[in-house]
T-cell receptor, first 114, second 113 residues
Framework: GDSVTQTEGPVTVSESESLIINCTYS????????LFWYVRYPGEGLQLLLK?????QKGSSRGFEATYNKETTSFHLQKASVQESDSAVYYCALGDSYAQGLTFGLGTRVSVFP | DMKVTQMPRYLIKRMGENVLLECGQDMSHETMYWYRQDPGLGLQLIYI???????SEGDIPKGYRVSRKKREHFSLILDSAKTNQTSVYFCASRGQNNNQAPLFGEGTRLSVL
């Protein structure tokens, strides 16, 4: 089946430092998977951070970026300078273009300290 | 304003009691989902609904059933809840546009004692 593996947390970084959360995927049932990053801030629900549906393209949002790399089957999330408000749990996910459910990674808890 | 609303947000039940979790969306999305999230396990898909009365099992349907009588509402039902169903439950909906990402609700934290 399909699977997503991401950096195991917790990850602790200082404010203004860079952050990278690794995500690799295996899409055995989907020929052209869509890739997503979701985020869950403390006390809130799951929010879409960014998505990329075409291999080779980059998505960006709120200072975060991720590039869909089909060759390495990766979709790493990066931010050059984090803020305390970026403290959250980040989930990498893959899905098809239609109605099937997404396959999620286990999530990476990120804590940013001032 | 596009939103998925889950009710209740928090629920405590005793083992053996019935549980009803409700989910609504105002976007007329055809497809809706129920997931559960547990520490160390990520989000696991329980059921998918493709439209009214068109439901399909996900990866972990055992112990759950669903009901979708209106496109806007999707209910998750636990008949005789078990302690291992203590979890955070997320509902999501997705439109037919291939570029759309599923939109999630804020979750329901269920404790079965």
């Amino acid at each position: 089946g399909d699977s997503v593996t991401q950096t195991e947390g917790p990850v602790t970084v200082s404010e203004s430092e860079s952050l990278i959360i690794n995500c690799t995927y295996s899409a055995t049932s989907i020929a052209y998977p869509n890739l997503f990053w979701y985020v869950r801030y403390p006390g809130e629900g799951l929010q879409l951070l960014l998505k990329v549906i075409t291999a080779g393209q980059k998505g960006s949002s709120r200072g975060f970026e991720a590039t869909y790399n089909k060759e390495t089957t990766s979709f790493h999330l990066q931010k050059a300078s984090v803020q305390e408000s970026d403290s959250a749990v980040y989930y990498c996910a893959l899905g098809d273009s239609y109605a099937q459910g997404l396959t999620f990674g286990l999530g990476t808890r990120v804590s940013v300290f001032p | 304003d596009m939103k998925v609303t889950q009710m209740p947000r928090y629920l405590i039940k005793r083992m053996g009691e019935n549980v009803l979790l409700e989910c609504g969306q105002d976007m007329s999305h055809e497809t809706m989902y129920w997931y559960r999230q547990d520490p160390g396990l990520g989000l696991q898909l329980i059921y998918i609904s493709y439209d009214v009365d068109s439901n399909s099992e996900g990866d972990i349907p055992k112990g759950y059933r669903v009901s979708r009588k209106k496109r806007e509402h999707f209910s998750l039902i636990l008949d005789s809840a078990k302690t291992n169903q203590t979890s955070v439950y997320f509902c999501a909906s997705r439109g037919q546009n291939n570029n759309q990402a599923p939109l999630f609700g804020e979750g329901t934290r269920l404790s079965v004692l």
